[in-house]
């Protein structure tokens, strides 16, 4: 019985610049990494912001209850991560090919 031919898969082509436009498998992986990489750091900065904003209201003199401090604390941190996983996750679909998927209406260009 005849085989038939391996339907070849589409060449990943190389990317020379890493900043532009994704395309491919590896392309979306690095988009990951670096999201990941981003939220990492994005966690740092929001978790310094909600320690610097306790610290602003302790050096105002005021009396700061155990409830205040948890609400400006999470509710400052937790407003940087979400704002900055959101944006994040917009150029990760740009970066990661799937804006391109959906322009097409997830058919393959021929």
């Given at each position: 019985m005849p085989r038939h031919d391996p339907v070849p898969r589409r060449p990943v082509p190389p990317?020379?610049?890493?900043?532009?436009?994704?395309?491919?498998?590896?392309?979306?992986?690095?988009?990951?990494?670096?999201?990941?990489?981003?939220?990492?750091?994005?966690a740092t900065i929001a978790f310094g912001t909600a320690a610097a904003?306790?610290?602003?209201?302790?050096?105002?003199?005021?009396?700061?209850?155990?409830?205040m401090v948890i609400a400006v604390f999470a509710g400052v941190a937790l407003t940087v991560l979400v704002g900055t996983g959101?944006?994040?996750?917009?150029?990760?679909?740009?970066?990661?090919?799937?804006?391109?998927d959906a322009a097409h209406g997830g058919q393959d260009e021929h």
């Open positions: 990317r020379p610049d890493p900043h532009g436009p994704a395309r491919g498998y590896e392309d979306a992986a690095y988009a990951w990494a670096r999201y990941k990489r981003l939220m990492r750091w994005m904003s306790l610290f602003y209201l302790w050096a105002s003199g005021q009396p700061m209850r155990l409830h959101l944006m994040g996750l917009v150029f990760l679909s740009s970066r990661s090919g799937h804006d391109e």
